[in-house]
C-alpha cells in the first residue's frame, strides 16, 4: 500500500515539475530557433503586396512573438512600458477614461509615441495597434468637437454626413498618434431599459447597415495611391446585441446588458447579420464579440458564429477582438477560457489586464495541443494584416491637416433632433420678447456630451474648453431684443408670464450597464422645473437631452412642443439654430418611442410585446411647415 501511494507521489510530482517545466520555459530552451533576420527583410518592402509582406514577417516569428501579438493590453495595466518590446505585444488601448496627464493631442501623441518606439526595439520592430474609443469624435481628449453619439446619427440618417464624421474622428484620432477605434456600434436596440441604446444608430438593421458602412468608409478611407486606410474601425458588438432579455444579465451589477439574446437562429442571420455582412463589404477588418450569451453558451466562445459564420459565412479576413475582459468574465479557469476563445476564432484578446500570464497560458496550451499552430499563425496573419493595411510598418505616413470640425457637428445636430409635437409654437417666432429657460441639461455640456466623453461615464458641468450649452445658443440666437432668463429649476420671482418657456430636460450621463434602469424616466427635479415653466410661461416647449426614449406621457401631454435632442454632443449651439428655425428639422425616430412598459421588448419589425400600439413609431418625426 505503502508503495502504491509512493509511486503515485512520484507520479504527481513529475506532473507538476513537467507543468511548470512547460510553463516557464522559453521555447529557445527547448530547441526551437527564431529564424535570422537579414538586413532588409522583404516585409518591409512597399512594393510587396499585404499577404506577401504578412507571410515574410509570420515566417521568423517565434511561438512568443506570435503570442504576445495576440495580446491586448490596458496601458496601465502595463507593469514597464519595456514589455511592449519584450513580449511583442499586438496593442494597447485607453479604456474608456484612460487618458495622459495632459490631456491634449499632444499629450495623447507622446504617450502612444513613446510605447511605439518600444515596439520598434523589439527585434522584428511589430508597431502597436493603439485602440480608444472615438465613439462620437476623439472625445475624451479636452477640447476636441464631440459628435452627437450614434442614436443622434441614426435619427439624422444621412450617410454623406455620417461618411464626413467617421473621417473628421480618423483625422483627430490619427493627430493624437491613435490607429484604431472601437466603433461603429451595430447593435440593434430593442429595449429602452437598456444603458446602451445611445451607443447604436437604430434598431433597423437596415439603417444600421448603410450608417456603419458610411462611418467604416470614412474612417477608413482608404488611400488611393498607397492602398492605406487611415484608421482601423471595429463594428460591435458581434452579435445578437440589443436583443437581449429584461433581467438575463450575466454581470451581477447590471440587469440587461451583457445578458442573453433571444432570438432564434433564423432571426440572427436574417436581421443581426446584415449590418455586419455590409460593414465587411464597405472593407472592415476587425470586429469585435459581444459579452452577451446566445442559448446557453457565451457569444465569445461560439465558434459556429466566430468562424463558421462571421469568418466563413461572410469571408471576413480581418480579425476578432474579444471584448474587455470578455473571455474571463465568469470563468473558473483562465486558461481553459483562452483555449476555448481562441479556439473558437477570437484573435486578438482585450485582456485587457494580465499579459504575462496569457502569454504563459496560451504557450503552455499549445505545448500541450490544445491551440494548433495553424490556429494561432492564422490569428496573427489576420492581426498583421491590419497593421500593413495601415500602413504602420511604413515610414512615410502622411502628415494628418488640422481642421475645424466644429461646424461638421453643428449641422449633425440639425440634422440629428426629432419634433415630436407641435401645437404652433416652433419655430421660435423673432417676435418673441421674453424666454425663460429651465432644467438639467439647459447648461451643461457634460450632460449634452453624455458618456464616453473625458471620462468612461461621462462628466458634469461647462468646465471644458471648447463647446456650447443649449443655454448658450438660446441666448446667442435670440438677439437683443428678447429678454432670455434662466434658471434651472423654473423659479422666477417675476409673477408676469414669458412668452415662451424652454425645459432642456433629460438623463445623467451614464455608459454601459449602469445605464439600465427599470423605467426610464425624468428625474423629479426636472419633472418639478416643467411644472414650474409651465405656470410661468404662455408656451412650453420641452427638449430631450437623453440617451434613448423615455417614458413621459404626461409631461408630452402638458407641453406645446416637445423636440428630442438625443446626446447632442458639444455644439448645444445646433439646438437652438433648430429651435430658432434657422436650420430646417429633418430628423425621424430611428427606433419606436413605447407608450408603456409593457410593450417592452420591442421587435425590430415594430412589433411590442403586449400588442399595443406605440406612443410614436420609428420614422415619426415632424417638420417646420
Ligand atoms: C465595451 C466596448 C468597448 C471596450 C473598450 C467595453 O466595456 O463593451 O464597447 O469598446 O470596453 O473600452
Redesign the pocket.
Known amino acids: 500500500m505503502k508503495r502504491v501511494f509512493l509511486s503515485f507521489g512520484v507520479v504527481v510530482l513529475f506532473c507538476v515539475g513537467l507543468i511548470l517545466f512547460l510553463w516557464y520555459v522559453p521555447s529557445t530552451w527547448l530547441g526551437a530557433t527564431a529564424k535570422p533576420l537579414p538586413a532588409d527583410p522583404a516585409y518591409l518592402d512597399q512594393t510587396l503586396s499585404i499577404d506577401e509582406r504578412v507571410d515574410d514577417l509570420l515566417s521568423y516569428m517565434t511561438i512568443e512573438e506570435k503570442i504576445g501579438q495576440l495580446a491586448l493590453v490596458e496601458r496601465n495595466s502595463l507593469s514597464s512600458s519595456q514589455d511592449i518590446s519584450t513580449y511583442t505585444l499586438g496593442g494597447l ?1 485607453s ?2 477614461g484612460s487618458k495622459p496627464v495632459e490631456n491634449t493631442t499632444t499629450g495623447w501623441r507622446e504617450m502612444i509615441d513613446s510605447y511605439q518606439t518600444i515596439a520598434a526595439e523589439s527585434r522584428l520592430g511589430i508597431p502597436l495597434l493603439y485602440g480608444t ?1 472615438a465613439v462620437h469624435g476623439h472625445a475624451h481628449v479636452e477640447g476636441e468637437v464631440v459628435f452627437p453619439h450614434q442614436i443622434g446619427l441614426g435619427a439624422g440618417n444621412n450617410p454623406t454626413l455620417v461618411r464626413e464624421i467617421g473621417a473628421a474622428t480618423a483625422r483627430a484620432i490619427k493627430q493624437s498618434g491613435a490607429n484604431w477605434n ?1 466603433g461603429p456600434n451595430l447593435d440593434l436596440p430593442q429595449d429602452v431599459r437598456w444603458g446602451r441604446v445611445y451607443e447604436a444608430f437604430s434598431d433597423d438593421p437596415a439603417r444600421a447597415a448603410d450608417l456603419g458602412a458610411a462611418y467604416i468608409e470614412g474612417l477608413q478611407k482608404t488611400d488611393e495611391a498607397s492602398n492605406r486606410i487611415d484608421v482601423l474601425a471595429t463594428p ?2 458581434f452579435i445578437g446585441l440589443g436583443a437581449m432579455a429584461w433581467g438575463t444579465s450575466k454581470n451581477k451589477n447590471f440587469t440587461i446588458d451583457q445578458g442573453v439574446t433571444m432570438p432564434d437562429e433564423k432571426t440572427l442571420q436574417d436581421v443581426y447579420l446584415p449590418p455586419f455582412a455590409a460593414a465587411i463589404d464597405a472593407g472592415a477588418l476587425c470586429v ?1 464579440v459581444g ?1 452577451n450569451t446566445w442559448g446557453d453558451q457565451r457569444t465569445i466562445f461560439n465558434k459556429n458564429l466566430l468562424t463558421d459564420t462571421l469568418k466563413g459565412e461572410l469571408g471576413f479576413n480581418g480579425f476578432v477582438v474579444s ?2 475582459n470578455g473571455v474571463y468574465e465568469g470563468q473558473p479557469s483562465t486558461f481553459v477560457a483562452n483555449i476555448k476563445a481562441i479556439n473558437a476564432g477570437v484573435d486578438m484578446v482585450m485582456l485587457p489586464f494580465d499579459y504575462h500570464s496569457f502569454v504563459r497560458e496560451v504557450r503552455l496550451a499549445h505545448r500541450l495541443g490544445l491551440i494548433s499552430t495553424k490556429r494561432i499563425d492564422d490569428a496573427v496573419r489576420r492581426i498583421l494584416r491590419a497593421k500593413f493595411a495601415l500602413g504602420l510598418f511604413d515610414q512615410d505616413v502622411t502628415a494628418v491637416s488640422a481642421q475645424d470640425d466644429r461646424a461638421l457637428a453643428r449641422q449633425a445636430v440639425h440634422e440629428s433632433l426629432v419634433l415630436l409635437k407641435n401645437d404652433d409654437v416652433l419655430p421660435l417666432a423673432k417676435s418673441s420678447k421674453h424666454i425663460r429657460v429651465a432644467g438639467s441639461a439647459a447648461d451643461n455640456v457634460g450632460q449634452q456630451m453624455g458618456a464616453w466623453s473625458i471620462e468612461w461615464q461621462g462628466v458634469d458641468g461647462n468646465w471644458l474648453p471648447g463647446g456650447t450649452s443649449i443655454l448658450a445658443g438660446i441666448k446667442d440666437k435670440a438677439g437683443t431684443q428678447t429678454r432670455v432668463e434662466y434658471d434651472k429649476t423654473g423659479v422666477f420671482t417675476s409673477t408676469e408670464k414669458a412668452d415662451v418657456g424652454i425645459v432642456v430636460v433629460g438623463e445623467k450621463p451614464y455608459a ?1 450597464g449602469w445605464g439600465d434602469r427599470g423605467v426610464p424616466i425624468l428625474g423629479d427635479e426636472d419633472r418639478q422645473a416643467i411644472a414650474n415653466i409651465r405656470q410661468s410661461a404662455e408656451k412650453v416647449i420641452i427638449v430631450v437631452v437623453a440617451g434613448r426614449p423615455l417614458f413621459m406621457n404626461s409631461e408630452i401631454d402638458m407641453a406645446d412642443a416637445v423636440v428630442m435632442a438625443w446626446l447632442p454632443g458639444s455644439e448645444g449651439q445646433g439646438v437652438a439654430d433648430v429651435l430658432f428655425g434657422i436650420s430646417p428639422l429633418r430628423g425621424t425616430l430611428p427606433l419606436p418611442w413605447p407608450r408603456q412598459l409593457e410593450q417592452l421588448p420591442i421587435k425590430t419589425d415594430g412589433t411590442t410585446a403586449d400588442g399595443t400600439e406605440v406612443l410614436y413609431p420609428r420614422g415619426f418625426g415632424l417638420t417646420y411647415k
Do not use: C, F
Open positions: 488601448l479604456g474608456s474609443d472601437y460591435k458588438h469585435m459579452l471584448d474587455w454601459e
